[in-house]
């Protein structure tokens, strides 16, 4: 059916739907003020988790100079131990006797196994650098360590003495000289002063000194607490190592939701700027439904789309007919899917025509 076109009637905004359309436009509006707003506080949130990774890199910056401290102290404790071990092996270099073996001096040369049995007879394993055996010859074996092992010493025997002789003395008064008396005696001289400063056995250990003091075993005691304190930093310094990756992994998520919603914000700014008048507002027009109704015909369909499909005024013999909504039925007429349906049959010869705003064709 051929369509007229006929001088639009006065546009009512409301029917237009322009109404509606700046409400959209406001509703859009503020969707954009509340995303500036979340994208104002993620941008908040970053600093403060830029500050947290700055103070717990601080915080591991203050755990790797105490660390350094630490190491410093184990060296210095490592340095006391060393010289503690050198005064300790001073002291054990000291000449030792522990008492004869029953073997010559020519036995003995040929086979020194002979002084190892004999000191483990004696009880002084393991062997000390120091140990003197004295063989039947006289002559003096010294243990010097497991590399130079027995080391024949020399001879220091003294002639047996008798009444008739005046004694004889070797060395001084005061260096433990061997004194013959005239009856026969032997005595060493300066024994007893010599006695007097000698340092007891205690059992169980090597020589009893003390210049392994108290304060030197407190501090090789600070060892094994360092060593755990040392551990501690460092599984400390391990997990703020993870928690900053953890930070960073975060910022990173956040960073990419503000990029997704800065890209929402210019597309919708971009339909924003789209939307004008001129691409809704189209020229009303008058759609001739029918000249003459049959009068036996309820129903009759649009011959456009109309631009809102509520906004159409339905007309017979020049007079507006009145919708039915909202479920009811009452009224002149129901409009469905572009079809208009009377509640009563138009009398024949009736004209009924509809007046709206079509949507633009495709591509318009």
Avoid: C
């Amino acid at each position: 059916m051929a369509l007229t076109k006929v001088k639009s009637p006065e546009v009512d905004l409301d029917d237009l739907g322009i109404v509606a359309l700046q409400s959209d436009v406001s509703t859009l509006q503020t969707s954009l003020d509340t995303l500036q707003t979340t994208v104002g506080g993620h941008t908040a949130q970053i600093g403060t988790l830029e500050s947290n990774v700055s103070t717990l890199q601080t915080t591991t910056t203050d755990h790797g100079t105490r660390i350094t401290a630490l190491e410093t102290n184990d060296t210095a404790q490592d340095s006391a131990i060393t010289a503690l071990q050198a005064a300790v092996a001073n002291q054990q270099g000291a000449t030792t006797y522990i008492g004869t073996v029953n073997a010559t001096n020519a036995a003995v040369t040929a086979n020194t196994g002979l002084l190892d049995t004999r000191a483990s007879e004696l009880g002084r394993t393991p062997l000390q650098v120091g140990y003197t055996l004295t063989d039947t010859d006289g002559h003096e074996w010294r243990y010097e360590g497991s590399t130079l092992g027995w080391v024949d010493t020399g001879y220091f025997g003294v002639q047996q003495a008798t009444n008739s002789s005046l004694g004889i003395v070797k060395g001084t008064a005061t260096d433990l000289g061997i004194s013959v008396a005239l009856d026969g005696t032997m005595s060493v001289n300066g024994l007893s002063d010599a006695l007097s400063g000698k340092v007891d056995k205690v059992t169980g250990k090597g020589l009893s000194t003390n210049d392994y003091d108290a304060t030197a075993v407190a501090q090789v005691a600070k060892i094994a607490t360092l060593e755990t304190d040392l551990s501690s930093l460092t599984s400390t310094v391990s997990g703020h190592t993870s928690s900053i990756s953890t930070i960073n992994s975060t910022i990173g998520d956040i960073q990419t939701v503000n990029t997704a919603q800065g890209t929402a914000i210019t597309n919708l700014q971009t339909a924003i700027a789209a939307i004008t008048l001129s691409s809704f507002v189209q020229q009303g027009i008058i759609d001739i439904l029918t000249d003459s109704a049959s009068g036996s015909v309820a129903a009759f369909t649009l011959n456009r789309t109309p631009l809102v499909a509520d906004k159409v005024d339905v007309y017979k013999n020049g007079l507006k007919m009145a919708p039915n909504t909202s479920g009811q039925t009452d009224r002149d007429y129901t409009l469905a899917n572009g079809v208009v349906t009377f509640n009563t049959n138009p009398r024949a010869g009736s004209r009924i025509w509809a007046q709206y705003y079509p949507a633009p064709a495709s591509g318009s």
